[in-house]
Nanobody, 120 residues
Framework: QVQLVESGGGSAQPGGSLRLSCTAFGFRLRFFDIGWFRRAPGKERKGVSCIRSRTEITEYEESVKGRFTISRDNAKNAVFLQMNNLEPEDTGVYYC?????????????WGQGTQVTVSL
């Protein structure tokens, strides 16, 4: 079965940190662009960060630049999102997908996501 599974979410205070994991099952993640997306309460899902498959070039949404870091560990078949200096606006369900553009992700390809809540 081919799927991506997100983990590592939880609750944090503003200024805190969390590390999200995206683990691939049934395929080698290294051959794909991998994107992290966030669905904030009452809002549409949008891209947060992405790592390209061949160049390893990383991309970040403007509001997370300098705070979030995406990385890939091919031995673990996983991609990580290190989130530092968290803000309440980072709250939402985080998903990973084998694409940098959410429009390229089939509806059936989205996983369960992992909840991140940032509050005092």
């Amino acid at each position: 079965q081919v799927q991506l599974v997100e983990s590592g979410g939880g609750s944090a205070q503003p200024g805190g940190s969390l590390r999200l994991s995206c683990t691939a099952f049934g395929f080698r993640l290294r051959f794909f662009d991998i994107g992290w997306f966030r669905r904030a309460p009452g809002k549409e899902r949008k891209g947060v960060s992405c790592i390209r498959s061949r160049t390893e070039i990383t991309e970040y949404e403007e509001s997370v630049k300098g705070r979030f870091t995406i990385s890939r560990d091919n031995a673990k078949n996983a991609v990580f999102l290190q989130m530092n200096n968290l803000e309440p606006e980072d709250t939402g369900v985080y998903y990973c997908a084998p694409a940098c553009d959410k429009m390229a992700v089939h509806d059936d390809s989205w996983g369960q996501g992992t909840q991140v809540t940032v509050s005092l």
